[in-house]
């Protein structure tokens, strides 16, 4: 009996035989990837080679250095010893089929967990089973599919910084060809009769000719190649109409010249291509002048604590973090670097980079990733390398942690740019057929300009142009969302819910006092010794307060949302938080209390007079004239005077509010059609601010960096939240108007064309000059209401 080979690895599949499409697989999980690929036309996978699910021989050994452990580590972003995650640039992206194909590596290997394209940048970023797979195995199985990455040791991110001169080649080209073609072409506008120009004039076109081919074939290469992967996946992009309109002008060209019935229209076609690739390099230069990338060193409002030599501690923002110094991380907060782990238990939660919820235990010498959150009472570690990327911003921005979208200008953009291109080629047929009856020369250059004239480009840039610069200036001034869709939410938020304590109130100017048994020098250093492991703003308020003293190592430390905190110091059992958690009577009292027990013995409570935020009272006044509110606080009701005279008459103020009651309190408001945003600490408040359609933790010297929120406002901000929403809704109002003068372009423009009036190489001159003035438009309009608004 014959051997049988797998159609897709090329293993033998005798014994196992699965057969599909007259196929042999030799297991169903190769049968599945040929059927996936298959169905999204990219079977071309399979004309690689006869067996395209092994690796290539011409690869083969290509990146064994990669089973280098030192250069792996340079590479990978992260490794728990289970999960290793690693980002790539591949410069081979360039359509929707890639994507696809690399965002289903995991198909093609089930070591790969996931992996997602950034397709502006060219990158990929893969998260794989590292004991099922190595990096050398990954690099390989995406070369082998027609992936390769490039991969720089000298300079991670060099591939980046790398010029693409591809396009100056294009514009260089058609430039030549179309200076040329002009020149040639003089006799024939000027109709001259001269004998020698006659004896010459076929030459001249065939010069003509061949002077047009390689502008053609390599400068306008990009539009049919993108109009052709278009077509084959059923999207009808941008470039179908200008390729058509290429083709048209081409094939009529070609047609005058071998019959000798006239001169073609080459300088037109060769003058199209030039201006269309002029305006794609001006275009590109425009963007990246206008660029609103994220820099989150200049303004994300994270703060960790630094350990100084002399043991006291210091708040510092991350980006000021630098090599060798000692951080402690408390209970619940984001590790900002990587580390290695000199002091406390580690109870990990990778959750934020790898989206698995199991806790990974570290141990004193282990090596720590940034964006792990500690789940078990406070750590302290040295760091290993300083900040030098926005990670955490790409963490927090992970597919992982978005919220479900509801129609939005993206899908309206993409909608009006679907039937855009089907309604230019409507008109385009039915332009060109009036005019081959009227004029046949004018009709080929008529369904050229209407096919070149006509740009759903400005439609679809204006948005991101506009939300994207509106971003930037949010960021400037303290207010750090974690993306684009955020601000469309924010406009469309009709009620406002807030947390009391830490939110609207500040951490920072609360008079406390104690009242209870006297307290030994010994306890308040255990207690502070317990209170340094928390991240809740009474516990970081009554830490600051206590008088300075050397901590101690806290065991078995438990931090219960919305009840309080404990832990084991020298064997002494101390609990902090409310009454009923210290197993004591509650009191009434207008004020906010820490009670303190030891060893099952009630020690005495800390009184926390409230001091409210700088503004509040103008800012609730302004807010309740456009919104509803409501205040949730987890404390007794000490303060409901006080709110009462601050807040409009018909707001709920809620009081003893558990985490979980926060959560089903905003639920009930959406199920009633609101759409709610919620201020809160981004501690206690995460299952209230996941749920929200806007959430927002306030950040005071706090690390509450957290997956759940949308965005962190500083709080010295607070005041400016009304501008905040404001301006979202001026930026949405500044789009609505950018789609109105992109139609009226293209209406105006359309006149002219259907009419004959437009040349084809006008019309590409004014086709990217439509793209740059809406953007130059929306970036203006966007600084000016925010500089009205907040400067």
């Given amino acids: 009996m014959s051997k049988e080979t797998c159609y897709h690895c090329g293993a033998d599949c005798n014994n196992t035989k699965v057969v599909f499409n007259d196929k042999p697989f030799c297991c169903n999980g190769c049968k599945t990837v040929y059927e996936i690929l298959n169905q999204n036309e990219l079977s071309c996978y399979y004309d690689l080679d006869q067996t395209p699910g092994t690796i290539p021989t011409e690869i083969k050994g290509k990146f064994d250095y990669l089973d280098n452990d030192e250069i792996a580590e340079k590479l990978i972003e992260f490794n728990d010893g289970t999960t290793s995650v690693v980002s790539f640039f591949i410069p081979s992206i360039h359509c ?14 089930k070591g790969v967990k996931n992996s997602l394209v950034n397709f502006p940048k ?22 082998s599919i027609g992936y390769e990455p490039n991969i720089s040791m000298e300079d991670a991110d060099s591939s980046k910084s790398k010029i693409n001169r591809t396009l100056i080649y294009q514009v260089a080209i058609a430039g030549f060809a179309f200076g040329n073609i002009m020149l040639l072409s003089f006799p024939e506008y000027f109709e001259l009769d001269e004998f020698w120009l006659n004896q010459y004039k076929p030459f001249f076109r065939f010069l003509m000719f061949a002077l047009s081919i390689p502008v053609v074939l390599y400068s306008a290469r990009d539009y049919f190649i993108s109009a052709y992967k278009g077509l084959k996946h059923g999207i009808l992009n941008i470039d179908v109409p200008i390729s058509l309109g290429i083709l048209v002008l081409f094939t009529r060209s070609t047609y005058e010249i071998i019959s000798q019935t006239g001169s073609g229209y080459f300088d037109s076609l060769t003058g199209l291509i030039f201006f269309l690739l002029l305006g794609k390099v001006f275009q590109q230069k425009t963007y990246s002048f206008l660029s609103f990338e994220r820099d989150y060193k200049s303004y994300f409002p994270i703060a960790i604590t630094k350990i100084n030599k002399d043991n006291t501690q210091t708040t510092i923002p991350v980006h000021k973090i630098e090599q060798g110094d000692r951080l402690l991380v408390r209970n619940e907060e984001i590790i900002p670097v990587d580390g290695i782990l000199i002091n406390g238990n580690a109870l990990l939660d990778y959750s934020f980079v790898t989206g698995e919820s199991m806790p990974v235990i570290k141990k004193s010498g282990d090596k720590i990733f940034a964006g792990g959150k500690q789940t078990k009472g406070a750590i302290e570690i040295e760091v290993l390398q300083s900040v030098t990327k926005s990670y955490l911003t790409q963490l927090w921005s992970n597919d992982i942690f978005t919220k479900n979208q509801e129609i939005n200008i993206k899908n309206i953009t993409d909608t009006i740019s679907k039937y855009f291109t089907i309604i230019i080629l409507v008109i385009a047929f039915l332009a060109g057929a009036y005019w081959f009856f009227v004029d046949k020369h004018i009709a080929f250059q008529v369904v ?14 204006s948005a991101p142009f506009a939300l994207g610069n509106m971003l930037r200036i949010f960021g400037k001034n303290k207010f750090y969302l974690k993306n684009t869709n955020v601000i469309e939410d924010i406009s469309k938020i009709n009620t406002l819910v807030f947390d009391k304590t830490g939110t609207i109130t500040t951490n920072i100017s ?3 006092h104690y009242e209870g048994e006297d307290i030994t020098n010994d306890e308040i250093k255990s207690i502070k010794s317990v209170l340094r492991s928390s991240n809740h703003p009474l516990s970081r308020m009554l830490f600051d307060y206590l008088p300075d003293t050397e901590t101690e190592e806290v065991e078995n430390f438990q931090e219960i949302l919305g009840k309080g905190i404990q832990g084991k110091v020298n064997n002494i059992s101390i609990k902090l938080g409310s009454a009923d958690f210290v197993e004591t009577q509650s009191e009434k009292h207008l004020n906010t209390f820490i009670y303190i027990s030891m060893d099952g013995l009630l020690k005495g409570k800390y009184i926390f007079n409230n001091a409210y935020r700088k503004g ?3 800012t609730i006044k302004e807010l ?16 409901k005077q006080n709110l009462k005279k601050i807040l409009p008459q018909n707001s709920q103020i809620l009081f003893n509010q558990k985490p979980e009651d926060k959560l089903k309190y905003i639920k009930g408001l959406q199920n009633d059609k609101e759409h709610v945003m919620m201020l809160g600490d981004g501690l206690n408040d995460a299952g209230a601010l996941a749920q929200s359609n806007v959430g927002i933790a306030i950040s005071e010297n706090i690390n509450v960096f957290s997956p759940a929120c949308d965005g962190i406002l500083d709080a010295r901000e607070f005041e400016n939240l009304p501008k905040f929403i404001d301006l979202s809704k001026k930026a949405i109002f500044i789009i609505k108007i950018s789609f109105v003068l992109s139609f009226l372009y293209n209406l105006i423009g359309m006149y002219f064309a259907v009419t004959g009036k437009l040349s084809p190489i006008i019309a590409a001159v004014l086709m990217p000059i439509s ?3 809406v953007v130059i438009f929306v970036t203006l309009s966007t600084n000016y209401i925010s500089k009205k608004l907040l400067y």
């Fill in 96 to 109: 929707s089929s890639c994507i696809w194909v690399l965002e289903n590596l995991d198909r093609l290997n």
């Fill in 122 to 143: 060219k990158e990929a970023r893969i998260s794989f089973k590292s004991e099922e797979i190595s990096l050398k195995e990954v690099v390989e199985l995406m070369t």
């Fill in 448 to 461: 050229s300009a209407v096919l070149i004239i006509a740009c759903p480009c400005a439609l679809a840039l």
């Fill in 510 to 512: 609360s008079d406390i």
């Fill in 616 to 618: 509040l009272k103008s």
């Fill in 624 to 639: 309740a004239s456009h919104f509803k509110l409501a205040i949730l606080s987890g404390d007794n009701a000490g303060e």
């Fill in 771 to 773: 793209s740059i003035s």
